[in-house]
């Protein structure tokens, strides 16, 4: 039986089928990128919940596995050298899966670049921005008197969504194939027309490529479960 106790997160959060990908997380746009990713590649995991109600992605457990506090995180037990590996930051775990499962990311040096580049602007510009905005327009930031911290990232997300928009004339950010790129950006962009409800607000009724690359990510199967977990 896999030994999983060398990680101090399993003794607050117990594996009951340690030999599977261990995954700590909640459905934030984050989160969804691992769940959605596990989920489409098939590969056999466990989703713990991290209730950030109660701060449990503070807690000494949780730190141990990723001392940035953040979800989402993950032991694999069959790790790069056959021992158990951790592995925090949504992106690293992206492209981890990736390699592990041999799906998503191109073959090619070219095309796993391309796709590289897309998950970069993710991780640096749309999570950082979309995640502002929100805070502005939905959470403790809405009641601010002045606007303008919350105008400036209207701006920068409108931005951010016309370089999508102009790179969506296809089906997918990489051409005709689904990839960590476009797993990476489904859950921020999905949150910010539903969650956030700012869909209005940055009149994304233009960015009609955009839109239409949202309705083909949400009908996929996989992608409607990982938005769902951890349940």
């Not at 990128?33 to 209730?51: F, N, W």
């Not at 050298?81 to 992206?94: K, Q, Y």
């Not at 051409?175 to 869909?199: E, K, M, Q, R, T």
């Amino acid at each position: 039986m896999t030994d999983l106790s060398a990680f101090p997160i399993t003794q607050r959060w117990p594996a009951q089928h340690p030999e599977r990908i261990q995954l700590y997380s909640l459905p934030t746009p984050n989160g969804v990128k691992v769940s959605i990713m596990l989920e489409e590649t098939g590969l056999p995991y466990e989703a713990h919940r991290i209730d950030f109600g109660h701060d449990e992605q503070k807690s000494a457990a949780f730190v141990s596995l990723n001392p940035n506090g953040k979800i989402p995180a993950i032991i694999d037990p069959d790790g790069p050298d056959g021992a158990p590996f951790g592995l925090f930051e949504s992106g690293a775990i992206l492209l981890y899966l990736a390699e592990k499962s041999g799906r998503f990311l191109p073959a090619d040096p070219a095309g796993r670049w391309q796709a590289i580049q897309w998950l970069m602007f993710q991780m640096g510009g749309v999570g950082p921005m979309f995640g502002q905005l929100g805070f502005f327009h939905k959470f403790a930031g809405r009641d601010f008197e002045d606007k303008r911290p919350r105008d400036r990232y209207v701006a920068e997300v409108v931005r951010l969504l016309g370089v999508l928009d102009a790179a969506l004339g296809r089906d997918w950010l990489l051409g005709a194939d689904y990839s960590v790129a476009d797993i990476a950006h489904l859950g921020w962009v999905n949150a910010l027309v539903g969650f956030y409800d700012a869909g209005e607000l940055v009149g994304f009724e233009r960015f009609a490529n955009v839109a239409a690359w949202l309705a083909r990510g949400l009908a996929r199967p996989a992608v409607q479960r990982g938005l769902a977990i951890p349940g």
